[in-house]
């Protein structure tokens, strides 16, 4: 039996992206949207597989080991209502009452830390409900309130209280042609100074060179951010997949770390994902092992717009006095 593995879902961004996450995760299992298994599904699982990031109930049902929090009710609000809102556990989606405003301070230092005592709670009731809890899968972004402001205040609780158990970002990163909000920057550079010693592996992606791939690879005229999500999604399955099925490498958390991150506060691997094509030309074309691993090393296959072999940021260049 593998350990199992809880997800953390925090600010709009991680929602979002744990909505299309999750979306993904019932397709691969061959469950339903309220969380049954499929009677047409074929059986891709082996006995088991669910347990990592399932809990089974007596009704045979099976409940994503997931806890979604934002501070604005929003998000939480449209989980509740929307397609999957018989999926998830109503406890575990939890809302505040007004948003950071994209606002660090207002994530970590005032709001959120009103709500924090309550996250913690119940990720304590989850981790009490594991027979053997592997760590945290938490989903956020850097660039805003709740995302960067309460993601690092929960990640310092979660350091406190789960010490010893792994803990796996998988982070948007801001990005210049794609900004929300004038204040990304400073809410990354804060929030990364706060998770860099309470994070064992961050995964970041950046929402242009996401939106990028989206429309040059899979020839979508004006990506939006469902879209994005559901790419982003893809590329965690395939990250997470070796957790769920079976494998060689990468079978339990503590494995990413030992196999991806040199030194401790070095943990942002870069990830890039190949093939990336259209359902149009899927059944039509077809890659030797030669040519997935020359586009692996490409960097328009990139989650992040940035191009190694240089040793530099291509758009984001600043000298630090």
């Known amino acids: 039996m593998r350990g199992e593995v809880c997800h953390i879902h925090i600010g709009q961004a991680g929602t979002q992206l744990g909505n299309s ?3 993904l995760y019932l397709l691969e299992h061959g469950l339903k949207a309220d969380g049954r298994p499929d009677p047409e599904a074929s059986d891709i699982g082996e006995a088991g597989s669910f347990g990592t990031f399932f809990t089974e109930t007596g009704s045979g049902k099976y409940v994503p080991r997931s806890i979604f929090v934002d501070l604005d009710p929003s998000p939480i609000d449209e989980i509740r209502t929307g397609q999957y809102r018989q999926l998830f556990h109503p406890e575990m989606l939890i809302s505040g009452k007004e948003d950071a405003a994209n606002n660090y301070a207002r994530g970590h230092y005032t709001i959120g830390k009103e709500l924090v005592e309550s996250v913690i709670d119940r990720i304590r009731r989850v981790a009490d409900n594991c027979s053997s809890l592997q760590g945290f899968l938490i989903f956020h972004s850097f660039g805003g309130g709740t995302g960067s402001g309460f993601g690092a205040l929960l990640l310092e609780r979660l350091s406190t209280d789960y010490g010893k158990k792994s803990k796996l970002e998988f982070a948007v990163y801001p990005a210049p042609r794609l ?9 990354a550079v804060l929030s990364t100074h706060s998770t860099i010693e309470n994070s064992d592996c961050t995964f970041l992606v950046d929402n242009e060179a996401v939106y990028d791939i989206c429309h040059r690879n899979l020839d979508i005229p004006r990506p939006g951010y469902e879209h994005l999500n559901r790419l982003i999604a893809q590329v965690v399955s395939s990250i997470t997949s070796s957790l769920r099925f079976d494998g060689a490498l990468n079978v339990d958390l503590n494995e990413f770390q030992t196999n991806l991150v040199p ?19 899927s059944s039509h074309e077809s890659f030797k092992v030669h040519d997935l691993t020359f586009q692996c090393f490409e960097p328009n296959n990139q989650m992040v717009d940035c191009d190694p072999r240089k040793w530099e940021s291509q758009r984001h260049r600043s000298n630090l006095g």
Do not use: D, G, K, M
């Open 263 to 281: 030194y401790p506060r070095i943990h942002y691997p870069l990830i890039s994902y190949a093939p990336v094509v259209s359902s149009n030309r």
């Open 21 to 23: 996450a999750w979306e």
């Open 179 to 187: 900004s929300t909000a004038v204040v990304e920057p400073y809410n």
